[in-house]
């Protein structure tokens, strides 16, 4: 079966998750995740995308980003495998691939979800138990974000500018919003869509990418059309 290809609407964000190949260990010390966030920087710079929000874990990367080009994740995701894997496998003694297959995505809503995959993406080492609060883990961009420490890496999205009208005020917001859980519906949400490609939004917005992308955008119902008048009669005969 042929692969689908991924959703990739330049301008707008998304979220991008690469994971070591059996879950294996693809940063073992420090010097192994300057190296993969130098070449992450001249990679985003090169194609043309803009990082907003990042977590290096030990066995796994979280980005959101936003392309200014159809092809520029990928070339940039290429970019970063080809030179990391060289690297690591050198300074590793090992031979063969780091990743576990492709990169996964998701097209992401902005007005929706933007700012909630910032937190998500930005949470993921409290999750795993690794830290108490994102600002004790060094490898994200919550230092950038929240507390306003230099990063070239980092190039802030629009409605995170919008957050105050100062570089204090929009960190001080940015900081609040981490004082509430995200959903745990809203959690799945964002798995789901990311390892699976669909796009993450609301309906509206799911909508409308559809009809630019002439493609199914999310999973089908199940148990059939639930508006069909066949799915009707057989759900009446059931006892």
Request: include cysteine; proline fraction near 3%; charged fraction near 25%.
């Amino acid at each position: 079966m042929a692969r689908l290809s991924r959703f990739v609407i330049p301008g707008q964000p998304h979220h991008v998750i690469q994971r070591g190949n059996n879950r294996d260990v693809i940063f073992a010390q420090d010097a192994d995740y300057h190296f993969y966030l130098e070449k992450l920087k001249d990679a985003c710079k090169k194609f043309d995308c803009a990082l907003h929000a990042y977590v290096l874990m030990s066995n796994h990367v979280h980005l959101l980003i936003t392309p200014h080009s159809e092809d520029g994740i990928s070339k940039v995701m290429q970019s970063i495998g080809r030179n990391y894997v060289q690297y690591f496998n050198y300074n590793y003694h090992r031979t063969g691939t780091l990743w576990e297959g492709r990169y996964k995505s998701t097209l992401i809503d902005s007005l929706g979800y933007l700012l909630t995959c910032y937190r998500y993406i930005e949470l993921n080492p409290v999750r795993a138990h690794l830290a108490n609060h994102p600002s004790e883990y060094p490898w994200s961009s919550y230092h950038y974000n929240a507390l306003g420490e230099e990063n070239a890496l980092i190039t802030p999205h629009l409605l995170y500018k919008r957050l105050g009208k100062t570089t204090e005020e929009r960190q001080k917001s940015y900081r609040q919003l981490f004082r509430s859980r995200i959903a745990e519906k809203t959690l799945q949400e964002i798995r789901e869509s990311t390892n699976k490609g669909w796009v993450l939004g609301g309906d509206r917005f799911k909508t409308k990418i559809e009809k630019l992308t002439s493609r199914q955008v999310k999973p089908k119902a199940r148990g059939g059309d639930r508006r069909s008048q066949q799915f009707q009669e057989s759900k009446n005969n059931r006892v």
